[in-house]
């Protein structure tokens, strides 16, 4: 979907621009579920060594960076911290729980996870 981007920094993309293989993670850094699932990838983060992970949340940026150092995800080279808005989930999404995760592959979507997923399936998903 073409959600826009925003990050840290300042700077912005459209996902539609994005080559490659990607996973979205789409989060609330207040969700407990969420806050698991980031324990888990952050464990098994060398299984998404062919993947950037780009964690998208519509809350505030600085809610979303405590979020990338508490779960010890904010340095590393393969996983993006992003705001987008909540009108663009909702349009290409749907309403949907937290977490969710979105596999794509060259552009196209591979696998869907709503709500809290064991960590294998998302592997097994690579």
């Known amino acids: 979907?073409?959600?826009v981007l925003k990050f840290d920094k300042g700077e912005q993309l459209s996902t539609k621009t994005l080559k490659g293989k990607n996973v979205f993670v789409l989060?609330?850094?207040d969700c407990s579920?969420?806050?698991?699932e980031a324990v888990h990838i952050e464990q098994h983060l060398g299984e998404f060594k062919d993947y950037?992970?780009?964690?998208?949340?519509?809350s505030?940026?600085?809610?979303?960076?405590?979020?990338?150092?508490?779960?010890?995800?904010?340095?590393?080279?393969?996983?993006?911290?992003?705001?987008t808005a909540p009108e663009g989930v909702l349009t290409y999404y749907g309403p949907i729980q937290t977490p969710s995760i979105y596999i794509y592959a060259d552009g196209r979507l591979r696998q869907t996870?709503?709500?809290q997923t064991e960590?294998?399936?998302?592997?097994?998903?690579?």
């Not at 950037?52 to 519509?58: E, W």
């Not at 940026?61 to 996983?79: C, G, P, S, T, Y």
């Not at 960590?119 to 097994?124: A, S």
């Open 119 to 126: 960590i294998g399936n998302i592997i097994r998903a690579l």
């Open 113 to 115: 996870f709503n709500g």
């Open 60 to 83: 505030p940026m600085d809610q979303i960076m405590a979020f990338a150092r508490n779960f010890k995800l904010h340095d590393k080279e393969n996983v993006k911290f992003a705001w």
């Open 27 to 29: 989060f609330q850094p």
């Open 1 to 3: 979907p073409p959600l």
């Open 33 to 36: 579920h969420c806050q698991e």
């Open 52 to 58: 950037t992970l780009y964690f998208i949340s519509s």
